[in-house]
């Protein structure tokens, strides 16, 4: 049986409060589900969630509650009802966790995100795919040069 290893995001889960545990091991599943090709890692200290190379979304435990980072406008606007008993705040929504983990909501933020995150990355690749391939050189359209004052005195 081969051996596995803890991940940097299991250490994160592991020293948080033990009450956190389970709470927290919910989130990042409803996160992996939502975003299945998305590679884990820790960035600012948190649970950061990146496709191609792009973070699209944090959580990260605290005291009373967790949280999801960034939230945008966009995000607020469209659960703006499922929001509503939550702390919305500064691109953060804080989740109590005295109560139920709501994974339905959680998935769904995940994705609008990886959507939002998504349509700013094709934007990129098209600039550089519409940038014309040059076929001159600026070496092979100039003027040749005239003699150096050394060559002409020869």
Known sequence: MAKTHPTPVDAYIA?????????LLQVRAAIRKALP???????????TYKLNGTAVLYFAGWKKHYSLYPVTEAITTKFQTELASYEVQKGTVRFPLSEAVPV??????????????GDRAPAKLKRVAKAKPQ??????????????????AR
Request: glycine content about 0%; overall charge positive; charged content about 35%.
């Open 15 to 23: 020293a948080q409060p033990k009450a956190s545990h389970a709470t």
């Open 135 to 152: 076929t001159k050189t600026r070496a092979s359209k100039a003027k040749p040069k005239a003699p150096s004052k050394a060559k002409r």
């Open 37 to 47: 090709r998305a590679e884990e890692s820790i960035s600012y200290q948190i649970p």
């Open 104 to 117: 339905k909501l959680i998935e769904r933020i995940a994705k609008l995100r990886a959507q939002e995150t």
